[in-house]
C-alpha cells in the first residue's frame, strides 16, 4: 500500500448501522446511519467540499468477502481523523435521509397510478 501524506482513509463500516463495534463501526449508532455505501461517502464529501479519492475495488479487513471500497479524503487542514469521520457522519446521515425520502416519493408515485377501491359489477 502507497504512503498517503496528508490522507485519511474511511471505509463505510465506519459509518454502517448495521456494523458492531467488534464488526469495524467506529462512531456510536446515533450517529451512524444504515446500508451505507460508497456512494453516500462521496456526497457526504462532496457536501462539506472536501478533496477526495475513491477506491471502489478495494475490500475491508474485517469483512474481506465482501468489496466495498474506501474513501481517501485530503486533510489539508491538519484535522484529527476523529474529526473528519464525525463531520463526514453528519453529511452520510443527511445524504441517507435524503436517499430514504427519495425511496419513498418513488413509492407513493407508483403506488398513485392504481385506483383503490370497490370493484364496479357489469
Given at each position: 500500500?502507497?504512503?498517503?501524506?496528508?490522507?485519511?482513509?474511511?471505509?463505510?463500516?465506519?459509518?454502517?448501522?448495521?456494523?458492531?463495534?467488534?464488526?469495524?463501526?467506529?462512531?456510536?449508532?446515533?450517529?451512524?446511519?444504515?446500508?451505507?455505501?460508497?456512494?453516500?461517502?462521496?456526497k457526504a464529501a462532496e457536501s462539506l467540499e472536501l478533496e477526495y479519492e475513491l477506491e471502489p475495488e478495494k475490500r475491508y479487513p474485517r469483512n474481506w468477502t465482501e468489496s466495498q471500497g474506501y474513501i481517501v479524503i485530503a486533510n489539508d487542514e491538519g484535522h484529527k481523523k476523529k474529526r473528519l469521520m464525525l463531520m463526514l457522519a453528519k453529511g452520510v446521515r443527511r445524504a441517507a435521509a435524503q436517499r430514504k425520502s427519495a425511496l419513498l416519493a418513488a413509492e407513493q408515485k407508483k403506488g398513485k397510478g392504481k385506483k383503490k377501491g370497490k370493484k364496479k359489477r357489469k
Open positions: 500500500m502507497r504512503k498517503r501524506d496528508g490522507m485519511v482513509i474511511f471505509w463505510p463500516a465506519y459509518f454502517d448501522q448495521n456494523y458492531t463495534r467488534s464488526q469495524g463501526r467506529k462512531i456510536p449508532s446515533k450517529l451512524s446511519a444504515p446500508d451505507v455505501t460508497l456512494v453516500l461517502l462521496k
